[in-house]
């Protein structure tokens, strides 16, 4: 079992910025996959960027590309997202994810593990 715990997260203007982290409990962590996703309130759980195990390769969705940073330092089992340039839309419930293989995935139902969530709220 692996837990997950992210902080971060906050109230900030537009055009400010947050640094997420996600702590996870394992020795292996450098055998996940990881991804954040975010939740917005009536709307779908939606990706917002994956990496792979190791760091190597990286995906974000089209609105954040540019702003958002996801990295990992898996000597700490902690992995981050950088968000700058927040917008009003970027105000989500914000959650990390574990997927035990070395490659991400787009899906949210392949993750096998999930932390509680960070509320990012950007006010205009």
């Known amino acids: 079992q692996v837990q997950l715990v992210e902080s971060g997260g906050g109230l900030v203007q537009a055009g400010g910025s947050l640094r997420l982290s996600c702590a996870a409990s394992t020795r292996t962590f450098s055998s996940y996959a990881m991804a954040w996703f975010r939740q917005a309130p009536g709307k779908e759980r939606e990706l917002v960027a994956a990496?792979?195990?190791?760091?190597?390769?990286?995906e974000y969705i089209g609105s954040v590309e540019g702003r958002f940073t996801i990295s990992r330092d898996n000597a700490k089992n902690t992995m981050y997202l950088q968000m700058n340039s927040l917008l009003p839309e970027d105000t989500a419930v914000h959650y990390c994810a574990a997927l035990a293989r070395r490659w991400y995935s787009t899906h949210l139902s392949d993750y096998d593990y999930w932390g509680q969530g960070t509320q990012v709220t950007v006010s205009s």
């Open positions: 990496i792979t195990a190791r760091g190597s390769g990286t």
